[in-house]
């Protein structure tokens, strides 16, 4: 038996229509900001209620929730490993049932795919999406 028995990963059902969404954006962009700005109108046109910047407390800032439970972090750069951490610090605000990195960084594709949420015995599903386009 593994944890993965005994501790269920969270997944919303609106998560498949976010990622329907990002999956089908080919996004070339110069910053974090512009890439943010592209996803913001390609949920505005599918419909998914969205807020962009939206301050966890000591947890920080994450750059997208959607529809209440779903978290997006852009990445740009950055190695796999701070991505995890700060993904992981949001996850233990206990808000979200699933995050998605939106990256250009292929190498961000390696992140853990559910991260516990201590405090209430539970993980939390990650998705990665890669951006071929990359910065311009």
């Known amino acids: ?8 990963i969270t997944v919303p059902p609106q998560l498949r229509r976010v990622l329907e969404v990002l999956r ?5 962009h110069t910053s974090e900001d512009e890439m943010q700005r592209g996803i913001s109108m ?14 966890l407390g000591k947890a920080g800032r994450i750059d ?5 439970r779903v978290g997006i972090e852009c990445k740009v750069a950055g190695p796999m490993v701070a991505v995890y951490d700060q993904v ?3 996850a233990q605000t206990n808000f979200f049932d699933a995050f998605v990195v939106a990256t ?5 594709a390696r992140m853990p795919r559910a991260i ?3 405090a209430a015995w539970r993980r939390v599903s990650v998705d990665v999406v890669v951006f ?5």
Do not use: S
């Open 1 to 8: 038996m593994t944890i993965d028995d005994i501790v269920p």
């Open 24 to 28: 089908g954006l080919n996004l070339t």
């Open 42 to 55: 390609a949920l505005t046109a599918a419909g998914i209620e969205h807020h962009r910047e939206v301050v």
């Open 64 to 68: 997208f929730v959607i529809e209440g």
């Open 88 to 90: 992981h610090g949001y």
């Open 104 to 108: 250009t960084k292929p190498a961000h």
């Open 116 to 118: 516990p949420v201590e």
């Open 132 to 136: 071929d386009g990359g910065l311009r």
